[in-house]
């Protein structure tokens, strides 16, 4: 079945490509391109299948550039979009983009094994969604009217299965060019369905609605009922070892032989704003010949590796205009402003409300140690008397909750620009723990906002080798856990844990002061005890192993000279960065409805383009 779709009218009011040195300057990043007008109309066939090598067929729909006037597919040869999707929108398979098919680009839009009417089975995240895209890049790139170039697109579980793909390819693969939004590598399982082995409110918020969203085939039931069921009941699903093949970072390393531009794009209330960043770090050591779990340094950046993380959520802040900038860019060799670059890390600084060009993390050559202490103080300098102080495994309102700690105002403000740890020297009372710390920009009128938040669970606290960024003084700034195995506590024998909180960009303004908060479980409106979850990474429900270790446990949270417990901060000077000017996104795309909308964010339209 085919059927036409009209042009956008955003795309139609679109003026003429400028060229380089123009004197006008655009609304779009970099400033010397915008979309060129509309030429076609998307006619698009919805009975497409593709047979890969092991017999499976996938389904599918492809959208052809139509000449308006005629009704005809347009002639000549063009690049082809992929985009692997397995979501419905009211009840039906959603469509192809038209925005791109408009402007040049047939768009293929396919659905995963195990999803949509494609044959197989649902093994989400894996090699085998890789495997699958390459074969379809090869097929993309073969079909009526393809020019031999393919980019790949999607947000979440579809950025996914672009990154699979763009790492699975070979270095002479037809794919030139991925955007992959509202997604990462390495930290589904840290940050999203769990952090550090604490089951989190998404993982049972989105589960009962996989098949709202994807459809009731029996891979779609069959996979999420036996992952949650795995999780929870502490299975395999619940430790690393399971997610080895599942967007491991080192992904990064095998796109970045391939050549592969990448443009990752997320938002500060993203689920999994840190797998994008840190997707986007491993992407620049790969570059430079780093390993990927390392920290970047000063070696020049390499502009085909680009993230945005701006003041948005979950598959938002997104805009249509730009994917068009960023495949022109590398599909069509347009020198459009965005691929010449030194800081191609483009991120919105909370606090100030700015939006900054940097080229990574970190860019703090010694984290701020600031030493829990006596009444609720934390201070620059280490306490010279030992303390303690009680924490009760239970709700946060409940007596013995959670526990405060301070700092004085920053007379001056201050900006927080990269990763945040904490090192916590506690004892309990039972065979584990559980921490979560929640840090808070508070002004002097007393109102606060949270900066980040993160959690480690006692008996997951083992560091893995080499995978850690640790200053030479010992201090860890960014743990990353093992998750391999539990490995129960000695009760009431002090111990050290490192909690790794949620890296963030954030200015800190004059004399505001921060505020740490312990806890053991979620504030309510994270896990509330009755009714549905919200859609956030927070620590919710226990699995069933962690429900025989942790309740009733009494904690004794340690500070001084011989047991250190510190919060750990990349500080800087308030509004160190310059702002690039931004202005709300031109051509903004609603990922829900999938439509074009007006825009309720911004995007930086300086680049730092190299002159």
């Given at each position: 079945?085919?059927r036409?779709?009209?042009?956008?009218?955003?795309?139609?009011i679109a003026?003429?490509?400028l060229p380089?040195?123009a004197?006008?300057?655009?609304?779009?990043?970099g400033r010397i391109?915008e979309?060129s007008?509309a030429?076609?109309?998307a006619t698009?066939d919805?009975?497409v299948s593709?047979?890969?090598?092991?017999g499976?067929?996938?389904?599918?729909a492809?959208?052809?550039?139509?000449d308006?006037?005629?009704g005809?597919?347009?002639?000549g040869e063009f690049?082809v979009?992929?985009?692997?999707?397995?979501?419905?929108?009211l009840?039906?398979?959603v469509?192809?983009n038209?925005?791109?098919?408009e402007?040049?680009?047939?768009?293929?839009?396919?659905?995963?094994r195990?999803?949509?009417?494609s044959?197989?089975?649902?093994?989400?995240?894996t090699?085998?969604d890789?495997?699958?895209?390459?074969?379809?890049?090869d097929?993309?790139?073969?079909?009526?009217?393809s020019n031999?170039?393919v980019?790949?697109l999607?947000c979440?579980?579809?950025?996914?299965?672009?990154?699979?793909t763009?790492?699975?390819?070979?270095?002479?693969?037809?794919?030139?060019?991925?955007?992959?939004?509202c997604i990462g590598?390495?930290?589904?399982h840290?940050?999203?369905w769990?952090?550090?082995g604490?089951p989190n409110a998404a993982l049972n918020?989105y589960?009962?609605?996989?098949?709202y969203?994807?459809g009731?085939?029996?891979?779609v039931?069959?996979?999420?009922?036996?992952?949650?069921?795995?999780?929870?009941?502490?299975?395999p699903?619940a430790?690393?070892?399971?997610w080895?093949?599942?967007?491991p970072l080192s992904?990064?390393k095998?796109?970045?032989?391939?050549?592969?531009?990448?443009?990752?794009w997320t938002?500060?209330?993203?689920i999994n704003e840190?797998g994008?960043?840190?997707a986007?770090?491993a992407?620049?050591?790969?570059?430079?010949?780093r390993?990927?779990?390392s920290p970047?340094n000063?070696?020049?950046t390499?502009p085909r590796w680009?993230i945005?993380v701006?003041?948005?959520?979950?598959?938002?802040?997104?805009?249509?205009g730009v994917y068009?900038q960023?495949f022109?860019?590398?599909?069509?060799d347009?020198d459009?402003?965005?691929?010449n670059?030194?800081?191609?890390?483009?991120?919105?600084e909370?606090?100030?409300?700015?939006?900054l060009?940097?080229?990574g993390?970190?860019?703090?050559?010694d984290?701020?140690?600031?030493?829990?202490?006596?009444?609720g103080?934390?201070?620059m300098?280490?306490?010279g008397?030992?303390g303690e102080?009680?924490?009760?495994?239970?709700d946060?309102t409940?007596?013995?909750?959670?526990?405060?700690?301070?700092?004085s105002p920053?007379?001056?403000g201050a900006?927080?620009a990269?990763?945040?740890?904490?090192?916590?020297f506690a004892?309990?009372?039972?065979?584990?723990?559980?921490l979560?710390a929640?840090?808070?920009?508070?002004?002097?009128?007393?109102?606060s906002?949270?900066?980040?938040?993160g959690?480690?669970?006692?008996?997951?606290s083992?560091?893995?080798?080499?995978?850690?960024?640790?200053?030479?003084d010992?201090?860890v700034?960014?743990?990353?856990?093992?998750?391999l195995?539990d490995?129960?506590?000695?009760?009431?024998e002090?111990?050290r844990?490192?909690?790794?909180?949620?890296?963030?960009q954030?200015?800190?303004?004059?004399?505001?002061?921060?505020?740490?908060?312990?806890?053991t479980?979620?504030?309510?409106d994270?896990?509330?005890?009755e009714?549905d979850?919200?859609?956030?990474?927070?620590?919710c429900r226990l699995?069933?192993?962690?429900?025989?270790?942790l309740?009733?446990g009494?904690?004794?949270?340690?500070?001084?000279?011989?047991?250190a417990?510190t919060?750990?901060?990349p500080?800087?000077?308030y509004?160190?960065f310059?702002e690039?000017?931004?202005?709300?996104?031109?051509t903004?795309?609603?990922e829900?409805?999938?439509?074009m909308v007006?825009?309720?964010?911004?995007l930086?339209?300086?680049?730092d383009?190299?002159k």
């Amino acid at each position: 079945m085919k059927r036409k779709l009209g042009p956008l009218l955003i795309s139609m009011i679109a003026t003429t490509a400028l060229p380089v040195g123009a004197q006008s300057e655009t609304e779009y990043p970099g400033r010397i391109w915008e979309p060129s007008k509309a030429r076609y109309v998307a006619t698009v066939d919805e009975e497409v299948s593709i047979t890969l090598s092991d017999g499976t067929v996938l389904v599918g729909a492809v959208a052809y550039p139509t000449d308006p006037a005629t009704g005809d597919r347009a002639e000549g040869e063009f690049p082809v979009i992929v985009e692997f999707s397995p979501y419905l929108r009211l009840a039906q398979p959603v469509s192809p983009n038209p925005y791109l098919t408009e402007h040049g680009y047939i768009y293929a839009l396919v659905r995963p094994r195990g999803t949509g009417g494609s044959q197989g089975e649902l093994q989400q995240f894996t090699s085998q969604d890789g495997r699958d895209g390459a074969e379809v890049v090869d097929w993309a790139a073969e079909i009526e009217g393809s020019n031999g170039r393919v980019g790949l697109l999607g947000c979440s579980y579809p950025g996914a299965t672009a990154l699979a793909t763009a790492a699975e390819v070979e270095p002479d693969s037809p794919l030139k060019a991925v955007i992959a939004a509202c997604i990462g590598l390495d930290m589904q399982h840290r940050q999203v369905w769990t952090t550090n082995g604490l089951p989190n409110a998404a993982l049972n918020a989105y589960a009962p609605r996989a098949t709202y969203l994807m459809g009731d085939q029996p891979s779609v039931l069959d996979y999420f009922s036996g992952f949650v069921e795995g999780v929870m009941a502490g299975g395999p699903e619940a430790y690393d070892g399971y997610w080895r093949d599942r967007l491991p970072l080192s992904r990064a390393k095998d796109i970045v032989k391939n050549g592969i531009p990448v443009l990752l794009w997320t938002g500060w209330d993203d689920i999994n704003e840190i797998g994008g960043i840190h997707a986007y770090l491993a992407m620049q050591n790969a570059a430079a010949g780093r390993p990927v779990f390392s920290p970047m340094n000063d070696d020049p950046t390499d502009p085909r590796w680009q993230i945005i993380v701006g003041d948005w959520g979950h598959a938002k802040g997104l805009d249509a205009g730009v994917y068009l900038q960023w495949f022109e860019t590398w599909l069509k060799d347009v020198d459009t402003g965005i691929g010449n670059t030194s800081t191609p890390m483009h991120v919105f600084e909370k606090g100030t409300d700015r939006w900054l060009n940097l080229s990574g993390y970190p860019v703090v050559d010694d984290t701020s140690e600031w030493y829990l202490g006596p009444n609720g103080a934390l201070m620059m300098t280490p306490p010279g008397i030992e303390g303690e102080e009680r924490l009760n495994w239970g709700d946060p309102t409940s007596e013995n909750g959670r526990l405060v700690f301070s700092t004085s105002p920053f007379a001056e403000g201050a900006t927080i620009a990269g990763p945040i740890s904490a090192t916590i020297f506690a004892s309990t009372s039972n065979t584990n723990l559980e921490l979560i710390a929640n840090l808070y920009d508070v002004a002097p009128d007393g109102t606060s906002k949270r900066i980040s938040v993160g959690a480690v669970l006692g008996s997951q606290s083992r560091l893995a080798d080499g995978k850690s960024w640790t200053e030479p003084d010992g201090t860890v700034t960014w743990p990353w856990h093992e998750l391999l195995r539990d490995d129960y506590l000695i009760p009431n024998e002090p111990a050290r844990f490192d909690l790794f909180l949620a890296i963030r960009q954030w200015g800190v303004a004059p004399r505001h002061n921060l505020r740490l908060e312990l806890t053991t479980q979620s504030h309510t409106d994270a896990c509330p005890v009755e009714g549905d979850l919200p859609m956030i990474s927070e620590p919710c429900r226990l699995t069933a192993l962690q429900a025989e270790t942790l309740p009733g446990g009494a904690y004794q949270v340690l500070w001084g000279p011989d047991h250190a417990s510190t919060l750990n901060l990349p500080l800087l000077p308030y509004r160190l960065f310059p702002e690039a000017a931004s202005r709300p996104a031109p051509t903004a795309w609603d990922e829900t409805t999938r439509s074009m909308v007006e825009a309720t964010t911004t995007l930086p339209m300086e680049w730092d383009v190299a002159k």
